[in-house]
């Protein structure tokens, strides 16, 4: 069994981070200065389960990464922070133990890259799945779905997984939509177009649910070699709406010197919020419909 160096960082007593190198990173995007360690790595609101740092494991211990399903060995190393306060410095290095966990130790930059997002991806999104754009191979990193996700299989073919899926899954009035989009030639096209899209459809089990998937390259448009498709379900998954609420607030804020935003549900067919700095946006009918809306504006902004 070999061991490959990964990654390294240090953490005071109360779990803020205090320090990481460039692979830890890479590896862990939100690693931050100041931030729990559990929360920047795993999302989590307390230590996690095997934190060797809360158990009190003296040496290292090799876990399976839950994220990227590879063996890591972690050593925690009591430290003595300059106030005289105790923290640890936690290494981790992946564990090669045959040909497939060998092939999936990171090796380039490219390789780190992906592994960043899906790390990123893991913490919002129930399921995350990795696609080799030359081969069309399908990597579970993460899978939380015990319904129509589930069948999706680590090392299957994105064509025969997902059309499988849209056939017995997708509500029979999105089947053509969904299939338009997640076409393996199409979905290739629109990535040398785009970083990355998302599509909002229905699934059918017991009940109805509604999903979002949100698909993304690694890399420039012209030599990703790989794809990340990352799954949420609205109504049963509150990060869903985390990540709206959190895209939301951000964007609301970087436009709050505009001279007039609205903010439209298309669902719903009503306006949400008005602002900005101009009187003329507060002129606008909040409870117009989209179509009134268009209507109005058009004839407020005209000169």
Known sequence: MNTHSSGYYSIDKDYNI?????????????????????????????????????????GPKTYLDPIRHIYETVD??????????????????????????????????????????????ASDYMSVYGVNRETGKISVYRSRF?????????????????????????H??????????LNYETLLERLSQEASFKIHFRVVTDTVHYYYLLIARNGNADDYRDFVIAVACEDNDVTARKIYENQLHSLLASIAHAAGYFHLDLTDDKILKIGGTSALAYKIDADASIDHFIAETAVLYRY
């Open 146 to 170: 015990t319904d129509a996700f589930a069948d999706i299989k680590d090392n299957a073919d994105y064509k025969l997984s997902f059309n499988f899926l849209i056939q017995k899954y997708i």
């Open 76 to 121: 925690a190393v009591e430290t003595v922070q300059p106030d005289g306060s105790r923290g640890h410095a936690l290494v981790f290095s992946t564990v090669a133990e045959g040909e497939s966990l060998s092939k999936s130790i990171p090796t380039g930059e490219n390789s780190l890259r992906l592994l960043g997002a899906i790390n990123l991806l």
């Open 18 to 58: 205090l320090s990481y190198n460039d692979t830890a990173k890479q590896l862990y995007p939100n690693l931050q200065p100041g931030v729990k360690c559990y929360k920047a790595l795993m999302g989590l609101d307390s230590p996690c389960p095997p934190c060797p740092v809360a158990l009190g494991i003296q």
């Open 172 to 181: 029979p009035d999105e089947r053509s939509y969904v299939s338009r989009h």
